[in-house]
């Protein structure tokens, strides 16, 4: 094994928002026996920084479900958002349905108004929010966008965006209540590649855990692909791997054998 590959929340981090003992311990031992750790997770840099400092990592890191990839010294490699003409449609789209809207731009996180949706979001991310209307961007590229709302009303805009950018956007739940859109090049998988190609890490020696359907291609892509036992029981059978749950150590518990 030469890489380990871990999604952030509902994977690394618990239902607290922290990353359990066990879990930290057995990947500090990986990281002393030379085995890279990366994290590649739909959270902006900002965020996740606070879990990359306290594992130590010095290896790049995947944003934004793959629209950003940082370098091991926090510089930007490359970001590549929502086009601007998609992202204001797919803005309004929401709007007219009445569902809380996130968009980002520079690492920063916008909404047009505070929520409960807005206020949920900020506990979980230990992020601040900035209130702005789309109409005051001088730009409307968008690193990503994430609606929040019921699993059955995000279905309905996923369909409505579907039929609207057939093939010019990339959508993925990484949540049942959470519906993300990103430029259709984008997703953990494909900037992944990107970052094994720099660090000379062979795929087919990867191990990636994940817990969302946003995680999906990331968990096809390497030779060992481990959904969470907290993820979508459907995405388990796809993944045809899995191991028990972020509260309960599950990443810590599969890769004992490799202690």
Not at 190 to 214: P, Q, R
Request: net charge negative; hydrophobic share 35%.
């Amino acid at each position: 094994m030469e890489a380990i590959v871990l999604d952030l929340d509902g994977t690394l981090l618990s239902s607290n928002e922290t990353i359990l003992d066990e879990t930290r311990e057995t990947l500090y031992k990986l990281k002393e026996k030379g085995i890279k750790i990366i994290i590649a997770t739909g959270r902006t840099f900002t965020s996740l920084k606070p879990y990359k400092d306290m594992l130590g990592l010095a290896t790049p890191i995947v944003c934004f479900n793959g629209a950003k990839l940082v370098d091991k010294n926090e510089n930007t490699i490359f970001e590549t958002p929502v086009k601007g003409e998609i992202a204001i449609e797919c803005i309004k789209i929401a709007k007219e349905m009445g569902i809380h809207i996130n968009f980002y731009q520079n690492e920063v996180w916008y909404v047009e108004k505070a929520t409960p949706e807005a206020e949920s979001y900020r506990k979980m991310s230990g992020l601040d929010y900035e209130l702005r209307k789309i109409e005051e961007f001088k730009n409307y590229h968008m690193t990503k966008l994430l609606f929040i709302g019921e699993h059955s009303i995000l279905c309905d805009l996923n369909e409505k965006i579907k039929e609207k950018f057939p093939i010019e956007v990339h959508r993925a739940f990484s949540k049942r209540h959470y519906l993300e859109i990103m430029d259709k090049t984008v997703n953990k998988g494909e900037t992944l590649l990107k970052l094994f190609e720099m660090e000379g890490i062979n795929k087919k020696n990867v191990i990636a855990f994940g817990d969302g359907w946003n995680d999906l291609e990331m968990l096809q892509l390497v030779g060992e692909g481990v959904a969470m036992g907290n993820a979508d029981e459907e995405l388990k059978k796809v993944v045809g791997r899995s191991c028990d749950t972020n509260d309960n150590n599950g990443i810590s518990k599969y890769l004992a054998k490799y202690l």
